[in-house]
């Protein structure tokens, strides 16, 4: 027992290390030097889109948020390409992410929390809808990405679901930060200052409808008691 329990750790270990050569190997290592990021992937021809993809798996399995990365491919593989691939390299780091929480910090939790109401709930709602659960928590722009990564592996959130959630859920985010990396690059290269005014316009937008939402819906019940 112990024997395997030293194996488990010896294993987080090597993954840290490895994590670690990954962000000195890929454009990870510029993530807080935009305009060297630019230049990394735009030198880095086609090799630069699997780095990019695995720099963001990287920065998103580490928890640094990957919205640099997202603008800096909006900048460098345009609109959709960089949405795609954006996409993929945060996916396959949320699932990092997820298996990281799994196996190294769901039985430390459940030892100690397992029967706080606040776990119950959410072990049932999973349990319950997995697939709108992880779509609905990945559509709204102000719950923490990375946040949600750890909490699904600490519940019982089946893998698959939070997969196929997960990839499809924050398409739209990526797409408007991808948006605003594009039309960034136009007001600098040619002096288009509209769409970057547009974009961050539909990026203010994204980020405020879970509140109009709740404003919307808490109206409707007001109504709704009203007329009864």
Not at 64 to 72: D, E, I, K, N
């Amino acid at each position: 027992m112990r024997q395997a329990k030293w194996r488990k750790w010896w294993m987080l270990g090597a993954i840290a290390l490895m994590l670690a050569i990954l962000v000195g190997l890929t454009p990870a290592r510029h993530w807080h030097q935009y305009e060297v990021l630019l230049d990394d992937l735009q030198q880095a021809g086609y090799w630069g889109i699997g780095l990019f993809m695995l720099a963001h798996a990287v920065v998103t399995a580490i928890g640094v948020p990957g919205t640099p990365l997202a603008l800096a491919g909006g900048a460098v593989y345009g609109l959709v390409w960089g949405t795609i691939w954006s996409t993929l390299g945060a996916t396959l780091g949320a699932i990092a992410a997820f298996w990281l929480a799994r196996t190294y910090l769901r039985q430390w939790m459940m030892r100690r929390m397992g029967n706080h109401p606040l776990v119950r709930r959410m072990n049932g709602v999973t349990d319950h809808n997995p697939w709108a659960t992880i779509l609905v928590l990945r559509l709204n722009p102000l719950v923490p990405f990375n946040l949600i990564n750890t909490v699904m592996g600490v519940c019982r959130m089946p893998l698959w679901p939070y997969s196929v959630g997960t990839v499809v859920g924050i398409i739209p985010g990526t797409a408007a930060f991808t948006w605003l990396g594009v039309s960034g690059m136009q007001a600098i290269a040619q002096q288009q200052i509209m769409p970057l005014v547009i974009s961050f316009g539909g990026l203010l937008l994204l980020l405020s409808l879970p509140t109009l939402h709740q404003r919307w819906s808490a109206r409707s019940s007001k109504r709704g008691k009203k007329t009864g």
